[in-house]
T-cell receptor, first 115, second 113 residues
Framework: DTAVSQTPKYLVTQMGNDKSIKCEQN?????MYWYKQDSKKFLKIMFS???????INETVPNRFSPKSPDKAHLNLHINSLELGDSAVYFC??????????????FGEGSRLTVL | GENVEQHPSTLSVQEGDSAVIKCTYS??????FPWYKQELGKRPQLIMD?????GEKKDQRIAVTLNKTAKHFSLHITETQPEDSAVYFC????????????FGSGTQLTVLP
């Protein structure tokens, strides 16, 4: 059973298109995240949701819109894709409530290529 | 906000030698310092973490050290093996949790057979 799963794993699309990446975790965690990893491998947090509420929203273009229908799911929608959006997007989750270890559990990543 | 600097960006060692990766942080309120390993094409995974009330933690070939006064922490891998080849990320958090982790820029470790 995959703990944090995200789909699709690969996404190739044209500039200007709109695309979505879905993420689900079955760990019972209360916090979910989206990270962007660029070609230089730098991991940068984009958004964080705790129990479906947005708690971290870094400086990200408003073309990126996260949505958390419940605390086990966090989806990422991107409008009007640009070349610079090409990257690997990682979903992650953690347990922030009492008893949580602080560990981040990452999904396998979704490689987005914008042509 | 927190700023984490990581060095070196690339590191090549011969199999069996030791590897050391160093990180510094800026916010003295940071109290949680995890290390993540990312193999090629895979997800980052936690390999060890240390909290501010501990100076050193060790598990088999891996050890992490923390110097709160100097605001730096390090990852030490002894007797390196080819499977240690990966990108290693340090991180720091002021809340003692994953919620406000700031990652370093990563170190590509290559273990040469």
């Amino acid at each position: 059973d995959t703990a944090v799963s995200q789909t699709p794993k690969y996404l190739v699309t044209q500039m200007g298109n709109d695309k979505s990446i879905k993420c689900e975790q079955n760990l019972g965690h209360d916090t979910m995240y989206w990270y962007k990893q660029d070609s230089k491998k730098f991991l940068k947090i984009m958004f964080s949701y705790n129990n479906k509420e947005l708690i971290i929203n870094e400086t990200v273009p408003n073309r990126f819109s996260p949505k958390s229908p419940d605390k086990a799911h966090l989806n990422l929608h991107i409008n009007s894709l640009e070349l610079g959006d090409s990257a690997v997007y990682f979903c992650a989750s953690s347990l922030s409530a009492s008893g949580g270890t602080g560990e981040l559990f990452f999904g396998e990543g979704s490689r987005l290529t914008v042509l | 906000g927190e700023n984490v600097e990581q060095h070196p960006s690339t590191l090549s060692v011969q199999e069996g030698d030791s590897a050391v990766i160093k990180c510094t942080y800026s916010d003295s309120a940071s109290n949680y310092f995890p290390w993540y390993k990312q193999e090629l094409g895979k997800r980052p995974q936690l390999i060890m973490d240390i909290r501010s009330n501990v100076g050193e933690k060790k598990d088999q070939r891996i050890a992490v050290t923390l110097n709160k006064t100097a605001k730096h922490f390090s990852l030490h891998i002894t007797e390196t093996q080819p499977e240690d080849s990966a990108v290693y990320f340090c991180a720091a958090s002021i809340r003692g949790s994953a919620r406000q982790l700031t990652f370093g820029s990563g170190t590509q470790l290559t273990v040469l057979p």
